[in-house]
């Protein structure tokens, strides 16, 4: 069942004219098994690429960048993976593709939510996108799309719902995606919506969630965000004193400035594109990470027009304060948030990345950078709690944590860390949010200090070769029974 974002514009249904351009390469099979193959060859197993019509059942899936680097040298290989839960394997989506399949190296590719769709920008910023069917067993490689041929950055997946009521008619899959070459700090990119399918040019004279839309021009140091179920886009613009934030709506293609913070002409904001921001899933309100005045702040903001001003939480300093960083003790012993937040679905939680070498300068000191998942809920209130709450100590436990998601239901985080005694590969580890217990269903308990089990869930032991994994994302999809 779909968990769709409740938005005030209700629109009627459109149909799309999908428009694609024929690959040269066949049909790609997405059940190629990793588990028990050479993580150099990832041999598989045929499937006829059969779709069904017939009863589903929802199942959870994690996907992932998996790279793989020969130990005396050579060219990594990477592959877009995910994991079934239900059937405990690993379906490599693009191995044995060739020349002309979906491409994983040159910058970037991911799945949209429900598995359905997969886009990758190549050389040149090409980007394309191409279907997967319903079993999630195939990439339709040869209707792949080319959505820009050149300069695009960025991109994200969404949908355009037009009845919250009836989230399951009349659903466009969009792809929002950056355009433009830049230009030093006073240079503009554009940002695009358009269905992720295609659209008919010819009948779109008129703005339309059925065709392709400008959503705002942004400064080269700005960004976007969007949610994976929602219609709303989020416009970053920065100077070197300000962020400004504003809404794209994709179903009345109207654009609307929400916030700005910061103070034209001022100094000591460090506002970028890049700042970790975020709207919840009831896109209810924003939560965005602010290092202002060399503070770093968890500010919420509704999602309304003309806000009150947002509600803030100090977290820790930067690195840069004039004071010093790593001051507070602690859970918040930390002097960065990485990547952009996390929330549960029912938007109540936010869950961050916290950095800093705080332990590095302890006594004793140690030799791993300090990193957990943290924690609070929406309104700011309470503690900002631990989730992983990761040793301090010169030991492997001390997870040197990469990037990390949360499954929809919320039983699940999985993130990235170095493996035991292997810093050059590291392993998928996942744990109960609530209790930080370790998922040990699938790999025995490691050698460790605290007496706490902890259990690598997805390595690699292949030999002659490091394995490393990144972009982890969560997905529930639809499969035939």
């Known amino acids: 069942m779909r968990k769709i974002v409740a938005l005030t514009v209700v629109l009627a249904a459109f149909l799309i004219s999908g428009c694609g351009e024929e690959g040269s390469t066949g049909d790609v099979r997405l059940d190629q098994r990793v588990i028990g193959g050479d993580s150099q060859t990832d041999g598989g197993v045929a499937n006829d690429g059969s779709s069904s019509s017939g ?12 790279q ?9 290989r990477l592959d877009l993976v995910a994991y079934d839960f239900v059937d405990d394997e690993e379906i490599n989506l693009t191995a044995g593709q060739g020349e002309g399949g979906v491409d994983c190296a040159t910058s970037l590719c991911r799945l949209n939510s429900d598995m359905t769709w997969v886009g990758w920008i190549g050389t040149g910023g090409s980007l394309k ?19 820009a041929e050149r300069l695009a950055r960025n991109f994200e997946f969404t949908e355009y719902v037009p009845n919250p009521d009836a989230p399951d008619e009349g659903v466009i899959p969009q792809i929002v995606y950056s355009q433009g070459q830049q230009m030093g700090g006073t240079g503009t990119i554009d940002v695009y919506t358009e269905p992720v399918a295609g659209y008919d040019e010819a009948n779109c004279g008129d703005a339309s969630p059925s065709c392709k839309n400008l959503a705002g021009v942004i400064t080269t140091n700005g960004g976007f965000r969007v949610t994976s179920e929602g219609s709303l886009i989020i416009l970053i613009e920065t100077t070197l004193s300000t962020m400004t934030l504003k809404f794209f709506n994709i179903g009345t293609t109207a654009q609307q400035t929400l916030y700005t913070f910061g103070e034209q002409n001022q100094t000591g904001s460090q506002f970028s594109g890049r700042l970790p921001i975020g709207l919840s ?10 290092n202002d005045a060399f503070m770093w702040r968890l500010n919420t903001l509704q999602a309304v027009p003309s806000p009150p001003p947002p509600q803030a939480i100090s977290l820790f300093e930067g690195e840069t304060h004039p004071d010093g960083d790593c001051r507070r003790m602690g859970n918040l012993a930390f002097n ?9 679905t029912d938007s109540e939680w936010i869950y961050f990345l916290a950095h800093g070498p705080c332990s ?8 791993r950078d300090d990193y957990d998942i943290l924690r609070v809920n929406r309104l700011l209130a309470g503690d900002v709690e631990n989730v992983t709450n990761n040793l301090r100590a010169s030991h492997w436990s001390n997870h040197n944590i990469g990037d990390f998601a949360l499954s929809g239901d919320g039983s699940k985080i999985a993130f990235t860390a170095e493996r035991m005694n292997n810093v050059g590969s590291k392993a998928i580890w996942v744990i109960d949010p609530e209790t930080g217990a370790y998922d040990c269903t699938r790999k025995d308990p490691l050698p460790v200090l605290d007496g706490r089990e902890r259990c690598e869930f997805i390595s690699d032991d292949s030999t002659g070769a490091d394995a490393t994994y990144r972009d982890l994302r969560f997905h529930t999809v639809d499969v035939p029974r």
Request: without cysteine; glycine residues 8%.
């Open 336 to 344: 960065e948030v990485r990547f952009n937040p996390v929330f549960s």
């Open 55 to 66: 009863p589903t059942e929802e199942q959870l899936r994690l996907s992932y960048i998996k």
């Open 68 to 76: 793989v680097t020969p130990s005396g040298g050579g060219t990594p």
């Open 129 to 147: 996108v191409a279907p997967v069917d319903i079993g999630q067993k195939r990439i339709r490689i040869e209707d792949t799309r080319v959505v």
């Open 281 to 290: 899933p009831d896109a209810g309100y924003l939560a965005v990470f602010t």
């Open 360 to 367: 590095r300068r302890g006594d004793p000191p140690t030799n």
